[in-house]
């Protein structure tokens, strides 16, 4: 059983460049959920999916935009990279909504944006 | 957004020792969770508390969800030096969103 698993682990970007950083879990969860990590500061919230076919906006949603066309799947896409998002992702999966759901997490890609 | 306090920011202690941390919020949460994340991993959580006054343990970690659902504590026991990592609280949202602590950095000293 993977989990939760993100691809690439690693990347270097270009400013300006763009690139899709995938999520994909195999526990049949319903929500989806990308998070930044910078130091000093917890996890936040970019976007997140109640189910296949739906997004919506986190805490800081903005250069970025997501997909999740299949239930398995949730990709995080930059259009134009800035150097404020290099960052460690990290995506995460719940069954549920409900409180009694915790959240499972990848074990992250670590982006750099020169 | 909201923002949880979470203290201290880092401990450096000896083994064998016990460990204490707190988060403290501004807002109301229905549920608390303390996670650790050990370096190059994502967060794992450890233990999840969903009513107030609760008090969960989960081998060697006690957590408590404070009376008025603004605060949560994590106590650690007899400290080893596989507890080395970060911990993050975290309060559950509307939505099943979570809002996270900065961490506390724990360091052990065998």
């Known amino acids: 059983n993977a989990g939760v698993t993100q691809t690439p682990k690693f990347r270097v970007l270009k400013t300006g460049q763009s690139m899709t950083l995938l999520c994909a879990q195999d526990m049949n969860h319903e929500y989806m959920y990308w998070y930044r990590q910078d130091p000093g500061m917890g996890l936040r919230l970019i976007h997140y999916?109640?189910?296949?076919?739906?997004?919506a906006k986190g805490e800081v949603p903005d250069g970025y935009n997501v997909s999740r066309l299949k239930k398995q799947n949730f990709l995080l896409g930059l259009e134009s990279a800035a150097p404020s998002q290099t960052s460690v992702y990290f995506c995460?999966?719940?069954?549920?909504?409900?409180?009694?759901?915790?959240?499972?997490f990848g074990d992250g890609t670590r982006l750099s944006i020169l | 957004g909201q923002q949880l306090n979470q203290s201290p920011q880092s401990m450096f202690i000896q083994e064998g020792e016990d460990v204490s941390m707190n988060c403290t919020s501004s807002s109301i949460f229905n549920t608390w969770l303390w996670y650790k994340q050990d370096p190059g991993e994502g967060p794992v959580l450890l233990i999840a508390l969903y009513k107030a006054g609760e008090l969960t343990s989960n081998g060697r970690l006690t957590a408590q969800f404070g009376i008025t659902r603004k605060d949560s504590f994590l106590n650690i026991s007899a400290s080893i030096p596989s507890d080395v990592g970060i911990y993050f609280c975290a309060g559950m949202e509307y939505g099943n969103k979570l809002v996270f602590g900065a961490g506390t950095i724990l360091r052990v000293k065998s």
């Open positions: 999916s109640v189910g296949e076919g739906t997004t």
């Open positions: 995460a999966s719940s069954l549920t909504g409900g409180l009694a759901q915790p959240q499972h």
